[in-house]
């Protein structure tokens, strides 16, 4: 399976592609959303992980791109970012949006959330990973648990 990274922080680029390629994934980075349909137009693509804050082309534009475009309208997408403000929340509150995992959390969360998505719909469980509330389509992620000790992103 390969993933797409976009990301404007290149030491969380190198993170990311190094925890994912150590689970067997294979891993393609971009820096912004322009670069990511550029690399989505080169390789095929199983899911997109972006930020959503990035200069160029941000997440929620790169989004609407990867969406309009036919042959990539249903690879699936997880946002990212540092801020969980409600500003940010309301941005990815919309039945278009599959899912959101704030960084910083641990590597497992991410690991989940890369499975459930990746999993055929019909097959996937009714709630996503950490048990997040949903609102329609949107799986969103809110709160935090308490500190397990284990690495984060």
């Given at each position: 399976m390969t993933l797409l990274v976009v990301d404007d922080e290149p030491e969380y680029?190198?993170?990311?592609?190094?925890?994912?390629?150590?689970?067997?994934?294979?891993?393609?980075?971009?820096?912004?959303?322009?670069?990511?349909?550029?690399?989505?137009?080169?390789?095929?693509?199983?899911?997109?992980?972006?930020?959503?804050?990035?200069?160029?082309?941000?997440?929620i534009r790169f989004h609407r791109e990867v969406r309009g475009t036919p042959?990539?309208?249903?690879?699936?997408f997880l946002f990212v970012s540092a801020y969980d403000d409600q500003h940010t929340l309301d941005s990815v509150k919309d039945p278009r949006y599959e899912g959101f995992l704030r960084k910083a959390r641990p590597v497992e969360e991410m690991i989940e959330w890369i499975n459930y998505l990746t999993t055929p719909e019909d097959k996937r469980p009714k709630l996503p990973p950490g048990g997040a509330r949903t609102r329609g389509q949107t799986q969103i992620r809110f709160g935090s648990r308490g500190g397990s000790g284990t690495p984060t992103l």
């Open positions: 680029r190198l993170i990311m592609r190094a925890v994912l390629m150590a689970e067997g994934w294979d891993v393609l980075l971009a820096e912004n959303g322009e670069e990511g349909i550029a690399k989505m137009k080169e390789s095929k693509v199983d899911m997109v992980i972006s930020d959503i804050y990035m200069p160029v082309m941000d997440g042959e990539f309208e249903k690879t699936p």
